[in-house]
């Protein structure tokens, strides 16, 4: 049995580790974003990566395993990239694996994208206190495209036995699906945001259905314990099965689902790892017109109710009402990156944040000084490391996330040990990121407080916390992540007895055998 712990993992010992087993097995990914997107862009096509913490995340993995990675192509010319089959290798420069495309149409996009798992499951998982929206015609095309991605699934899978990654809330009827289609699957679905208590999943109307869909799954991961806790709990309360809470399996009609906590995290060392602070704060300095003697305070989100932005602008007012002397000597950059914004939730946020920031810059501008800058826009991956680099200080404020991967990308930013993370109790980062200022981002007063003690922290007490902060994330990088995830589904392969010509070698299958 091999020890996680003792391992550093790295691509190449992601690799070396998983080389036997993985070698002989075909690795596939399901998640509904794409990796790489194709845009028209003024006659042009354009490559982009999307801001989404799943993708920063599984990318390198995939880059480490040839496989296929099957998506929903949304881009507006994903079309022209692929070829006969659907398919691409990506990332396209230099391939290292392969892209498959599934088309929509645009009433079965709105109904499983837009509507119930933006407006339904989405609030639901997350205490912002968001109603959630569950509309019959969503459910219906939610079942229709988590059927069409399992047929995709089978279409594409050149082995019996395949390992199935399925990523997130878009896709949890498709495990059950799976295993319907490829009794021998392994499947591993990992849920990238809380899971709720029992009282709130039961909101749902077919809190069942979909509890009974990721139980076709051989592990269901979470980021938190806490997560996988409030899981097992809904299985117990709404679903007829034996559980083993210690063990954190759950046996069903002769099949086995483990539940486990898997935090996610990012590729170490981070890709700006040769950007030195200096460097990142002239560019950053000169691309936004920032003098040097200004404290620079970063956020980088998708501009998303369940962030906090709007209560981390108060926190920001607040302290300039408070301690006036910092008018005129911080601002705050705020990286919004467009999101979901043909949802009216999402149209309300901007409106409420711009309004915010117009409010804030004109009671505390002074000359070409505004105290916010609202960058409102998809950046590329360099900028945001630049900004991140460049910042004295990062806050991450959200009212709820399941890990939050911007919180470990700044302090992977800080190799000359210096800067402060504030940091919302509510995101699962906390749990490993101990040492950041933590502060509930409902306490405007505490946050600006907070802002206040980073602004002043003395170099010392920053570099002894970003050390130990900065041990954390490389020693829990995603590599290892990764490399945990599929350890467990090589055993849980092995344990249903699954050779490599794809075959189970007792001649059954392990789904209802
Ligand atoms: C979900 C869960 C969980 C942001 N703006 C731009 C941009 N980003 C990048 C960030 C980061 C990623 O997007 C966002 O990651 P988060 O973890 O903050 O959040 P979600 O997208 O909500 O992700 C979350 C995650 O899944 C992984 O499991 O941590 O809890 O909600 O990498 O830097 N990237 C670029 N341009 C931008 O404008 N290129």
Redesign the pocket.
Known sequence: MIDDVLIQWSPETLRAVLADDLEQAELMVVSNREPYAHEWVNDRVELQ?P????V??LDPVMRAFAGTWIAYGGGSADREAVDSSDCLGVPPHDPHYRLRRVWLTKQQHDGHYSGLSNEGLWPLCHIAFARPTFRASDWDAYREVNRRFAAVVAEEAETANPVVLVQDYHFSLLPGMIRDLMPAATILTFW??PWPNAEQFGVCPWHKQILDGLLGSSIVGFHTGLHCSNFLDCVDRFVECRIDRQAGTIHREGHTTSVNAYP?SIPWPAQAEHLSRSTARELVGRRYDIPDRIKLIAG???L?YTKGIIERLRAVETLLESRPEWIGRIVMAQ?A?PSRSNLPAYQRLRRECTELVDCINARYGRGAYRPVLWLER????AA?DELLAAADICVVSSLH??????AK?FVAARHEDEGVLILSPFT?ASQELVDALLVNPYDTVDMAEAMHRALTMPPEEQAERMRSMREVVRSNNVYRWAGRMLLDAVQARRRNGHASNGQAQNGTSVWGS
């Open positions: 990566m801001a989404s913490g799943l920063s995340a990238h945001i996610i980088v989100e998708r998303d990286v990156s998809h950046h590329s991956r945001v996330d399941g890990m939050n991967l911007v990308e699962g």
